[in-house]
């Protein structure tokens, strides 16, 4: 990994806070000690793009540049990861955050119809925040809850047995500003 350094960071949004009230999108410092301490690592793409994420709550579009320059990737290589694994967010999630999974056993326990019901009622799709901000769907496969599905992780906390009123209940109450 070459010498960490983040000088084509957008100098704009540097030090910035977003319009969320989430953390700023491009610490400058921060991103600079996440690749600093992964300088010299084998295959550090992952483990820095979750540090990132666990520092921002996001992976922002202005970490892109200086991640790919430190890794010695190209951007596109980044964005690449980025959007392939399901755990990074190109964006700030939003107050609440609800995984909902899509692995085998919960769609045959009808896990399908109650995320296409649960995205019509908040009008957003897969890895959306609600206009308000309050809550963010997300996908999740398999949760190790197999045997009590469908099943969910809201702000991390696991829910089993899922139906469709308690998952309307979930979203009112997640959705509350
Ligand atoms: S398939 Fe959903 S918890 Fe395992």
Known sequence: MRGAHVASMDQATRGKASNTGLP??????QLEAILAAHADSEGALLPVLHAVQETFGYVPAAAVAPIAEALN????????????????????????????????????????????RALRRLGIGWGGTTANGALTVEAVY?????????????????VARLDGPALDVLCARAEAP
Do not use: N
């Open 24 to 29: 700023a999108p491009a610490d400058a410092a």
């Open 73 to 116: 990737l190209s951007k596109a290589e980044v964005t690449g990861v980025v959007s392939f694994y399901h755990d990074f967010r190109d964006a700030p999630a939003g107050r609440h955050v609800l995984k909902l999974c899509r692995a085998e056993a919960c769609q045959a326990m009808g896990g399908r119809g109650l995320a296409e």
């Open 142 to 158: 398999c949760l190790g809850l197999c045997a009590i599905a469908p099943a969910a992780l809201l702000d991390g906390e696991p």
